[in-house]
């Protein structure tokens, strides 16, 4: 009997960790504009509804119980929101740059397919990680249809790294 293995670990070359930390600055940049942005936008909203109260002609308007509550109540949602995404892009990014590993997974080719509209060549893959992946001209040609590749990925974050 044939043993073949599929997956197996290896660790992360210094090309492909500098890829993923500047992944990582890229990301955490875009996580701190966002909740620059939430934090702002968490204060003035109360406000704003506190001026449109005031044209309405209501006496409380610019009560500080009713804006506190409604900046505490978009802090809370905003927090969640933001603890939400850090958990499901960023950190796994920062897991992998902890972790230095990859994962090298066995593949077949299920199709070969050529884009003729910006002129590029993707196989579509057996795995669930990545459905297709873009290849150079050679690579199309040589390989076939149920031919074995071989990708490589991070374990956490899931991101593409290259095939041989």
Excluded at 12 to 35: G, H, I, W
Excluded at 124 to 130: A, D, G, I, N, Q
Aim: with cysteine; proline share 2%.
């Amino acid at each position: 009997m044939d043993v073949h293995l599929i997956k197996y670990k290896a660790p992360l070359t210094k090309d492909e960790l500098t890829f993923l930390k500047r992944k990582e600055e890229k990301e955490r940049r875009q996580l701190y504009n966002v909740m620059r942005v939430l934090m702002i936008m968490c204060f003035v909203c109360p406000f704003a509804g506190a001026w449109i109260k005031a044209l309405k002609g209501d006496a409380l308007a610019f009560s500080y119980l009713y804006y506190f509550l409604g900046v505490g109540f978009l802090l809370f949602f905003s927090g969640i929101a933001v603890y939400w995404s850090y958990h499901l892009h960023l950190y796994k990014v920062q897991q992998d740059i902890r972790g230095g590993i990859k994962i090298i997974e066995s593949v077949r080719i299920t199709r070969k397919q050529y884009m003729l509209s910006n002129n590029s060549y993707y196989f579509y893959l057996s795995t669930p990680v990545k459905l297709s992946i873009e290849v150079q001209e050679d690579d199309y040609r040589n390989y076939e249809k149920a031919d074995e590749i071989h990708i490589e990925y991070t374990p956490y974050s899931r991101q593409y790294l290259g095939y041989f």
